[in-house]
Nanobody, 120 residues
Framework: QVQLVESGGGLVQPGGSLRLSCAAS????????MAWYRQAPGKERELVAA???????NYADSVKGRFTISRDNAKNTVYLQMNSLKPEDTAVYYC??????????????WGQGTQVTVSS
């Protein structure tokens, strides 16, 4: 079992910045990769950024150059630094952890989500 708790969301003006945090607890040694997803009203949940167990980073084209994902393995925490925010970034942001409980068997855990609203 892995528990994920997001924090750092809020209201920010266009062009502003926010830093999201996701703290993992439980069977954290089983986590292979962590990621941030987001879901806007009426839209599908989409991948924003991910960091693999090998430290490889992956970003959605819409956030490249503006968002940065990072992790602190000692604290079992992943961060999403969001700069130059746009109204279209408004969404509920979800933390995701991919685990391998047994070899070859992957399972995803999700946080409760944190609201990010970009508006003037």
């Amino acid at each position: 079992q892995v528990q994920l708790v997001e924090s750092g969301g809020g209201l920010v003006q266009p062009g502003g910045s926010l830093r999201l945090s996701c703290a993992a607890s439980g069977s954290t040694l089983s986590i292979n990769a962590m990621a941030w997803y987001r879901q806007a009203p009426g839209k599908e949940r989409e991948l924003v950024a991910a960091v693999t167990s090998g430290g490889i980073l992956n970003y959605a084209d819409s956030v490249k150059g503006r968002f940065t994902i990072s992790r602190d393995n000692a604290k079992n925490t992943v961060y999403l630094q969001m700069n130059s925010l746009k109204p279209e970034d408004t969404a509920v942001y979800y933390c995701n952890a991919e685990t391998m409980v047994v070899p070859g068997h992957l399972y995803d855990y999700w946080g409760q989500g944190t609201q990010v609203t970009v508006s003037s």
